[in-house]
T-cell receptor, first 115, second 116 residues
Framework: AQKITQTQPGMFVQEKEAVTLDCTYD???????LFWYKQPSSGEMIFLIY??????QNATEGRYSLNFQKARKSANLVISASQLGDSAMYFC????????????FGAGTQVVVTP | EADIYQTPRYLVIGTGKKITLECSQT?????MYWYQQDPGMELHLIHY???????EKGDLSSESTVSRIRTEHFPLTLESARPSHTSQYLC???????????????FGDGTRLSIL
């Protein structure tokens, strides 16, 4: 069974600074996908970034980048130049290739960006 | 931007009522999912569907039921609501085809359900 671990329940970060959100996973599968989602207080889930297990380069999407270390089974999200609107809950999720699309989510990390 | 819609956005209702939470998507996705999430907590998969007339129970046991008569529609029903059903319910969909493993799930805005 797969398991996603996010060890940081909450973090404060100052505006314009970078923040790293930790995510480790446990799987015996060789092929899988890793996802990060943002959930503001309004409740919707917003897809941020994807990393495939066979991708050689770390994924980037604007201010979001993923620090993928396959051997350590970690997929940390880096948010650069934090903005007040980045305050939200962030979830890491994993999908094995043969899971027919099902995602396993971590417990989430609450980020609060301060002026 | 993803086109997946959930109604109602908020629902406060008494114990014993029958409830149907609506979820529709216009992307033609074959896979659809329902998650239950308590405030500040992780998401738990309660139902999923691979296509029309296909429904499966998720990892978290739920008293709710689902149906998939049309590709775009995946409603969730509670026959007799109880206070323990109070939670947020999120619907999602994802596509298939080549490279389907990298297809993100697109979520609706969720329904916040409160049973009195």
């Amino acid at each position: 069974a797969q398991k996603i671990t996010q060890t940081q329940p909450g973090m404060f970060v100052q505006e314009k600074e970078a923040v790293t959100l930790d995510c480790t996973y446990d799987t015996s599968d060789q092929s899988y996908g890793l996802f990060w989602y943002k959930q503001p207080s309004s409740g919707e889930m917003i897809f941020l970034i994807y990393q495939g297990s066979y991708d050689e380069q770390n994924a980037t999407e604007g201010r979001y980048s993923l620090n993928f270390q396959k051997a350590r089974k970690s997929a940390n999200l880096v948010i650069s130049a934090s903005q007040l609107g980045d305050s939200a809950m962030y979830f890491c999720a994993m999908r094995p290739t043969d899971s027919w699309g099902k995602l396993q989510f971590g417990a989430g990390t609450q980020v609060v960006v301060t002026p | 931007e993803a086109d997946i819609y959930q109604t109602p956005r908020y629902l406060v209702i008494g114990t014993g009522k029958k409830i149907t939470l609506e979820c529709s998507q216009t992307m033609g996705h074959d896979k659809m999912y329902w998650y239950q999430q308590d405030p500040g907590m992780e998401l738990h998969l309660i139902h999923y569907s691979y296509g029309v007339n296909s429904t499966e129970k998720g990892d978290l046991s739920s008293e709710s039921t689902v149906s998939r008569i049309r590709t775009e529609h995946f409603p969730l029903t509670l026959e007799s609501a109880r206070p323990s059903h109070t939670s947020q319910y999120l619907c999602a969909s994802s596509g298939s085809g080549w490279g389907h493993s990298n297809q993100p799930q697109h979520f609706g805005d969720g329904t916040r359900l409160s049973i009195l």
